[in-house]
Each structure stands twice: as C-alpha cells, then as structure tokens.
C-alpha cells in the first residue's frame, strides 16, 4: 500500500522568509497524483497547489512551488515571502491514477513568526 | 464555489449511542469521502462512495458504516459509539478523475463520553 511521510511535526518561519515542508511517499505506481493540502486553525482544508505525476516541471501557484523529485519520491512545498495567513496545519497527499486509493501525511504544523 | 456542509461542528455523544453524521455537496461531485483525523495520524479514510448506493471501505471502516441514497448526500452513521471513536471527522468530495482535487467540510468534533 502507498504511504505518505511527513518527517516535521512542526516547523517555523519569520515572516517574509522562505520555508521548505517536506513530504516523501512509497508506491509502486506510474500514474498518480500529489497534493499539498492547507488547514487553518479552525476553518475547512483547502488546496495549495497539485502535481502530476507524468508532468517533470515543477508546480507552482503564486509564493507555493514544490520540488517533485520523482526518483527520490520527495515532494516538498517552499513557501516564499511567508505570511501571518500561512499559519497552518499543511497535509501531503498522494491519490492514485489507477484506483479509488488516497493517502495523506501526519501532516506538519507551519507558525509565521511577525 | 463548491461548498461543503456537515450537519454539526461539535457533537458530544454518550458510549453505545447511534451516531449520524451527514455532509452534503452542492457541486454534483461523484466522490464523497468520510476521513477521521488525529493528531499525529492524518487524514485517515472510512468509506468512500463514487455514486449513488455504491461505497468501498477505506482503511478503518470498523465500526462504521455510511450511506448514500442522493448523489449530494453523504451519511456516516456510527452504529454503537465508543470512546475510541472520539475525533474529528472530515467529509470531502470530489470530481471523478483522480486528477481532481477534493473539497472538503468544516468537520464535526465528536466527543463519546
């Protein structure tokens, strides 16, 4: 079975500075999807940014990117410029091309520093 | 915006008791989901529905079940709460293709006493 790994419980960063979450995943797969998924204290899980599996750029939405590493099966999120907002609870994920199966990380705990 | 409700954001329920959760989407998604997370866990997946009356289990069905009778509407139902199964539960749904992202609930915090 796929699993996800998020090795950092918890990370912080200064605002307006850069920080790297990480996220490593196992299949045996060809065909799938990745995603970093952000939960705001209190408040619905949203989408940050998605990655396909077949596609070798790297994602990127606005001061979200992420390094896909698709030999090392490594998908981590670089937030640049960090803000307040960013303060949250962030979940990898992994979603396979072939069937119904969805994995997600331990998820790890961001906190911006003012 | 796709929206995703559930029936209650706090629930305190007592030990032996049935317990209904309900979620429902207003964006004619096929996938629903039903996720339990803890801390130090994740999302883990309960049931999973890609259309109407059709349902797989996830990971840790044990102990639940669920039910869909209206392609918007997602039900997890609890049959005989215990204390183990205090945790927030998170509803999501999603278009078909594996490709798509899911939308996901407030969550409901149950509590079994």
């Known amino acids: 079975a796929q699993t996800v790994t998020q090795s950092q419980p918890e990370m912080s960063v200064q605002e307006a500075e850069t920080v790297t979450l990480s996220c490593t995943y196992d299949t045996s797969e060809s065909d799938y999807y990745l995603f970093w998924y952000k939960q705001p204290p209190s408040r619905q899980m949203i989408l940050v940014i998605r990655?396909?599996?077949?596609?070798?750029q790297n994602a990127t939405e606005n001061r979200f990117s992420v390094n896909f590493q698709k030999a090392a099966k490594s998908f981590s999120l670089k937030i640049s410029d960090s803000q307040l907002g960013d303060a949250a609870m962030y979940f990898c994920?992994?979603?396979?091309?072939?069937?119904?199966?969805?994995?997600f990380g331990a998820g790890t705990r961001l906190t911006v520093k003012p | 915006d796709v929206k995703v409700t559930q029936s209650s954001r706090y629930l305190v329920k007592r030990t032996g008791e049935k317990v209904f959760l309900e979620c429902v989407q207003d964006m004619d998604h096929e996938n629903m989901f039903w996720y339990r997370q803890d801390p130090g866990l994740g999302l883990r997946l309960i049931y999973f529905?890609?259309?109407?009356?059709?349902?797989e289990k996830g990971d840790i069905p044990e102990g639940y079940s669920v039910s869909r009778e209206k392609k918007e509407r997602f039900s997890l139902i609890l049959e005989s709460a215990s204390t183990n199964q205090t945790s927030m539960y998170l509803c999501a749904s999603s278009l078909a293709r594996p490709s798509r992202e899911q939308y996901f609930g407030p969550g409901t915090r149950l509590t079994v006493t």
């Open positions: 990655q396909e599996a077949y596609k070798q």
């Open positions: 529905s890609y259309d109407v009356k059709m349902k």
């Open positions: 994920a992994y979603r396979s091309g072939n069937n119904n199966d969805m994995r």
